[in-house]
């Protein structure tokens, strides 16, 4: 089993910044130095360059800032300057007392949709969820235990445009900043991830590239593979090919069924899951083309 | 991450027959032979001698049989004669549509509490929860958001003694075939053992036999082990000590604290806890001395 | 990690007896009847019912017989009248006082071919390994310091069915009772397959079925996946398309290249190739159809 | 499994700076600063602190400088004013070019002796191994095959004193920088290890602190765990008390013997042996108190 990340980021006045750029000297002197004098105390520093002889740099340092939350805006007035400079970053601030919003999409799987409610009651993720959205009512009851909003917008064939564009809807409504597929059994249109615009989180059962589409389960058992896994990824219009964020397989033997194996399924499922959605709350994940960076 | 056992046992007309006795010749022929003779149609079939040279020898069959509900009563006196002949064989036999009773004991802590209510719900569990009992009120509307029924009995250094013997006496009541301390936080006497009769699995917080007792993360922390780990053991009178059922481990780093320790081991605990329940739950779990085989 | 079986067949006078035929009721009987009568001790036992209501039926054995090798032919002609009658078995009975022998073929990879050379020494594997074929002169050192007899056959374009043939004409000379690709980097031919008539274990560097073919450590570089494996398999016409034995996989970042993903593979690839051998050395592994059962 | 790390510390012109000293801001932005001033590119960094409000921090940043060994000696007069300020930094400069010198000490078993030689001739090491010593002839023809001098210097209960001054004398002779026990059997006194006054690593066949001292193997078949482990850490006066380095599991089943696990244990052994020597050459430990800090 891999650990999830322990990160600090839920005490208060930690932030972290992301930046990415093309590989050159001195960014992280230039950024360290800048934090320095604004009197940031670096907690974690991680870095990564594709290509050291001219690639893409990747950087994120999670800092402690007394009173961070006012100065905050001529904090990023001053580090724009640093960064538009002759770095031309692209560059992000979190704050950790800003946590992200994140609207939930289900469909009757409760697994990973409860992992996911459990730890955020038991403080493991530093999140906001202003909303469940669901084609099914299954799962209602759990939603409302936790005090959620629970939208049914049911899908058929025909009015999958208008579904998507009402989940749109009140997903920006709510200020979602990101959306993760908890085992949500719709395939999503290219229309309703440009309308959305923000980031979209799967769980795929199977280690992709194994087993891409509908029913990795009965697949995995008419190989005959002796291990089964998950896959969490970014959804992009190409079905599961998204860039991956967290996987990983437990060991089966013969003697599974197809409905067995699925089973056995969920808790990687869940656990993968969990590791990417606490990466990306985190800002511990660069997409970089196709591929991740995960600090 | 280990895999759960996947039985079939919750399918009806399946039992399992176990089985303990001084290795000898012709065990294994004589028991088939008997299924076999009533019509049984062998499903699994595992063994185990501690020594084929005149150690200890266990077996599990797990097998179909039509009607077995109609002629158990026939089919168990029946055995006997081939049990108690030259064999002197202990043997138990369970049936799938009888599932087992378990009284679950919790104390503040939910993850092990409601792992083990999701999987039942799920039906990974073939099980009955007749009771929970707590030493604290917290639990109380997860318990009755799942309909079971939740007792809280205080305990204090001076009242332990009644304490146990109200818990007893409610678990004996409600027919609970055995128990588990979901993470319930106190150390339980002999006579709670005793006056019960029953077993009782326990989910410690580290890979016995390091750190047994109280705070074992912070042990683990101070340690500085690259690994921390959850153990399943039944319970006997020496604390930690008694037969292990499962263990797992997650790889930490230096830049955990004992609080984070405790956060990553909460998803091995609760995981390598319903891994021993289930075992526990398929007789797959046979005791010997201060061990066990799991088959 | 997942251990390496640790069976018991290096120990003289014990034997395993393999069985695959169509499910029915009364075949553990009879055969432990049958062993129980001709005075074995059965030390371990597994079965598989691929559908217990009419599948296929696979059964492994371990025995303890003294005198076995005297005994021998009396005993197998005695069993086929139980597997020829009712039963309509396939099976077969193997000695662990006669080792298998095992021909190896190399290209310029040393680490699987030296795992399996140093288990052999250290006494994991009761193997014989009366030659050792390769492409190329790279490993000639490592096979003579193990006193292993060292064949060079170059593998052109042009000369490939002529080389097959000289490779094949070498393993049947030697009494090879199966062969194993230890990284040898050439793709085998039908004629190959169907020459040689016995079992061909390969080791490939993925978790298959995901980057079937060449250079799957480049593949899985660009598709950014999170863990690479190996699988060993059965070699069938179809290439990496053979029944999987054992799979196994390691966790890998973003900092990794596929140079470092080839160094970090290997460790995977010996392992994983490891095991395979054993079980099949073992007659753990019984195939159906293009999967495996593994006792 | 977990993956070896992967450094690139054989690159030409790369080199590593670590330092300790107590947390207090500036640290990162006056390094990098310094190293930008220098001409280096920042390959990784990393860092830690024990504790953000006043704690030891520790740091390692990996470096790319063209023409570092023509400049090095200007480069860490230049750097001990960085570090002697305010900061009071103590630290160490390695450069890939230069490998560090490794003292191997043996005596029967071969496993993971053979495994580190082994990857030191596949360049998984970036090290040189100026001697192997053995209280045994057992393992000679293998150093040798490595062309490795190897010097046998037996051990008994009254020669022990002169035993370990003529080991110390024969390591520091060959300027060895640090000594690793693959699986020397000998308890080192407090005497060796201030005579060689320099690193130490050992691998002891347990998950440490379970099953401290002689025969782990069947201190665990006692016990009746269901992992078996091994640990590597630095060798300190207290018997396999010192700082832990690397540690992996392997799980195992009442099946096993203490034989059977001692051999499963190999694989984990040389596993966790190599991984904690390549974290050592590459210098991502560092030692805190009874601690590590493991980047």
Chains 1, 2, 3, 4 share one sequence.
Request: charged share 25%; proline share 4%.
């Amino acid at each position: 089993m891999t650990a999830l990340t322990t990160g600090l980021l839920d005490a208060p006045n930690t932030a972290t910044l992301t930046i990415s750029c093309a590989d050159q000297r001195g960014i992280v002197a230039a950024v360290s130095q800048f934090l320095h004098n604004h009197g940031a105390n670096i907690i974690h520093s991680d870095q990564h360059s594709t290509d050291p002889s001219g690639g893409t740099f990747f950087m994120r340092m999670e800092f402690y800032l007394k009173d961070l939350d006012v100065a905050r805006n001529q904090f990023e007035r001053a580090f724009q300057e640093v960064a538009a400079g002759p770095f031309g970053m692209a560059w992000q601030l979190n704050s950790a007392s800003e946590p992200k919003k994140m609207a939930l999409l289900v469909s009757r799987y409760d697994h990973c949709f409860l992992d996911l409610l459990w730890r955020k009651r038991r403080g493991e993720l530093n999140v906001e969820i202003p909303l469940v959205i669901s084609n099914h009512e299954d799962l209602r009851r759990d939603a409302e235990m936790f005090g959620l909003p629970f939208h049914v917008i049911p899908v058929t064939q025909e009015n999958r445009a208008e579904a998507e564009a009402e989940q749109v809807r009140l997903m920006r409504e709510a200020g979602a900043d990101f959306a993760v597929l908890a085992r949500y059994m719709q395939i999503l249109s290219g229309d309703f991830l440009r309308g959305f615009g923000r980031p979209v989180i799967n769980i795929h059962h199977s280690f992709l590239p194994a087993f891409v589409g509908a029913n990795p389960y009965r697949a995995a058992f008419k190989r005959g593979v002796k291990l089964i896994g998950a896959t969490s990824h970014y959804v992009t219009e190409e079905l599961d090919a998204g860039p991956i964020i967290a996987q990983d397989v437990v060991p089966v033997t013969h003697r599974e069924t197809p409905d067995t194996l699925m089973r056995l399924g969920r808790d990687v499922e869940r656990q993968v899951l969990a590791r990417a959605v606490k990466a990306h709350l985190e800002d511990r994940v660069l997409v970089h083309g196709n591929k991740t960076v995960v600090f």
